[in-house]
């Protein structure tokens, strides 16, 4: 694992299930070369996590809380950490 690889791990709220939030995360994390997973949760909240390069991880961060982002994002909970390695894509899983 390269020393400017890092993991993001986040939880976003608002209105961002039935609205293609997954599906658009998963492209710009596809476009921006990261590996992870985005899912669903039972409580409305979308939650992801992202590995790759610093300036990658920064710019979906940043999407994140961006216009750009589907639906209405009210919140963006997360924590950046040393990447695992475990990821072969980016995929959505539920």
Same mark, same amino acid.
């Given at each position: 694992?390269?020393?400017?690889?890092?993991?993001?791990?986040?939880?976003?709220?608002?209105?961002?299930?039935?609205?293609?939030?997954?599906?658009?995360?998963?492209?710009? /994390?596809?476009?921006?070369?990261?590996?992870?997973?985005?899912?669903?949760?039972?409580?409305?909240?979308?939650?992801?996590?992202?590995?790759?390069?610093? /300036?990658?991880?920064?710019?979906?961060?940043?999407?994140?809380?961006?216009?750009?982002?589907?639906?209405?994002?009210?919140?963006?909970?997360?924590?950046?950490?040393? /990447?695992?390695?475990?990821?072969?894509?980016?995929?959505?899983?539920?």
């Amino acid at each position: 694992m390269a020393a400017d690889q890092v993991r993001l791990t986040a939880r976003v709220t608002g209105v961002v299930q039935g609205v293609g939030f997954r599906y658009g995360t998963a492209r710009k /994390a596809r476009e921006l070369a990261l590996k992870g997973t985005v899912r669903n949760t039972t409580d409305g909240a979308v939650e992801l996590i992202a590995e790759g390069q610093v /300036a990658e991880v920064e710019n979906l961060a940043g999407w994140l809380h961006s216009k750009h982002a589907p639906g209405r994002v009210e919140d963006v909970d997360f924590r950046i950490a040393e /990447a695992t390695g475990e990821f072969d894509d980016f995929r959505i899983v539920g």
